[in-house]
Nanobody, 123 residues
Framework: QVQLVESGGGLVQTGGSLRLSCAAS????????MAWFRQAPGNERESVAA????????HYADFVKGRFTISRDNGRNMLYLQMNNLEPEDTAVYFC????????????????WGQGTQVTVSS
């Protein structure tokens, strides 16, 4: 099964950018739908973006459309989330996840998770 490790989180000012990375091991991510989720204190985990096996199809939550971009490099076994124009409301722990189910979107649909990376946006 696949193991996932996120990196790239940190503290950034409003309007700034961060690029999150998710390194996979144990299996090739080419077999998996990949996604990013986030969870702020006191809130439920929510879907941010998802990408299909080959990277040709992506889906975003409305609150990040036009600001975030999900991408993958199957050859490097890596998933990315480019986050631009960050807002304080984006502050959360960000998780990458993998699943083999086509069209998976909600957190409960994903079987494999990383430990998360903290993103903090100051106002």
């Amino acid at each position: 099964q696949v193991q996932l490790v996120e990196s790239g989180g940190g503290l950034v000012q409003t309007g700034g950018s961060l690029r999150l990375s998710c390194a996979a091991s144990g299996d090739s991510i080419s077999s998996y739908i990949m996604a990013w989720f986030r969870q702020a204190p006191g809130n439920e985990r929510e879907s941010v973006a998802a990408i299909n096996w080959g990277g040709s199809n992506t889906h975003y939550a409305d609150f990040v459309k036009g600001r975030f971009t999900i991408s993958r490099d199957n050859g490097r076994n890596m998933l990315y989330l480019q986050m631009n124009n960050l807002e304080p409301e984006d502050t959360a722990v960000y998780f990458c996840a993998a699943d083999t189910t086509m069209g998976a979107w909600a957190p409960f649909e994903y079987d494999y998770w990383g430990q998360g990376t903290q993103v903090t946006v100051s106002s």
